[in-house]
């Protein structure tokens, strides 16, 4: 076991603050049933106080218990995808008390898959309040260094994990109304979604309840960023001048300074997404542009967070 891990879970007892590794993004993780850790999350994110926060838990019994339905979709979808990359909103029960929920009647829960997760999951031995582990409406962060540069000293521990695999954020699907709504997209696609709960999914409703990742400018640089489709980067490139940095799937073009070529596989482009818009946005240049992602639904949950990105 991580040595840090005992330390980590002491210190949520406690009260405290501690980032910790999953298989998305980082999380920063409090007591979820402690209403003063969580004002502490709240207030060192700057996340608004209505914003609802997922919940983790190490197994599936104990996050169940956090809600006061369990419909059978959602059996299924556990057995098959937990744990792992999937949130799914339920109604809640009354462990999940206002200042997780954002005042909401449902509650976010979730089972990471990484290790060290599991490990500090187990050991706490009770949920989980965690956002990603980045100050509010920046990227989320997918290394340990990316967290310390958004959290100096506000923070009690980080552990460390390495590079989150998945790269971007779980997938939301609430089932805590009717017909199930994907509110997010993410390393779970909606098709297998939809296979295991064996009924169509609807698309998130443009005036969701208070979803933070419903904003339409959030994951996102400070450095402008620009969708530019692939045929049009060039002559984008040309009109710009040597002021950009350039996220493309094509080989560098010696105009531009800061370029980083992306992976034509989904996957390995999630993996590296949140690293690379980090360094292009350090590089301090006046516009950034993304070359687009192709339009089938494989890059769904990528083209969601270029979207936002360039909001
Ligand atoms: O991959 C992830 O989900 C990461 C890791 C750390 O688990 N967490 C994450 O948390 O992305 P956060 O807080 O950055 O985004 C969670 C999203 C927010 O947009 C929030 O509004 C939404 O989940 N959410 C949480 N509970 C909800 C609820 N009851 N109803 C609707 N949306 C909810
Ligand atoms: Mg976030």
Known sequence: MNPDVRRAAEILRAGGLVAF??????????????AAAVARLYAVKSRPADHPVIVHFADTAPAFEWARE????????????????????LKRSVKAQDFVTGGQDSVGLRLPSHPVAQQLLRKFGAG??????NLFGNLSPTTGQHVRDDFSRQIDLI???????????????????????????????????EETLNSKIEEKKSHYPRHSGGLERHYAPKTPAV?????????????????????????????????IRMPREPRAYAQRLYAALRELDAAGC??????SPPETAEWDAIRDRLTRAAG
């Open 21 to 34: 590794p999953t298989e998305t993004v980082y999380g920063l993780g409090a007591d979820a049933s402690s």
């Open 70 to 89: 369990v419909p059978a979709g959602a059996q299924a979808l556990a057995a098959r995808y937990w744990p792992g990359p999937l949130t799914m909103i």
């Open 128 to 133: 989980v309040a965690a956002p990603s582990a």
């Open 159 to 193: 552990l460390e994990g390495g590079s989150s695999e998945v790269g971007i954020e779980s997938t939301i699907v609430d089932l805590s109304g009717g017909a199930p709504v994907l509110l997010r997209p993410g390393g779970i696609s909606k098709t297998q979604l």
């Open 227 to 259: 969708l530019v489709p692939p045929h049009q980067l060039d002559a984008e490139i040309a009109r710009r001048g040597a002021s950009v940095a350039v996220l493309a799937f094509s080989r560098p073009d010696e105009r531009v300074d800061y370029w």
């Open 286 to 291: 006046g516009a950034i542009l993304i070359e």
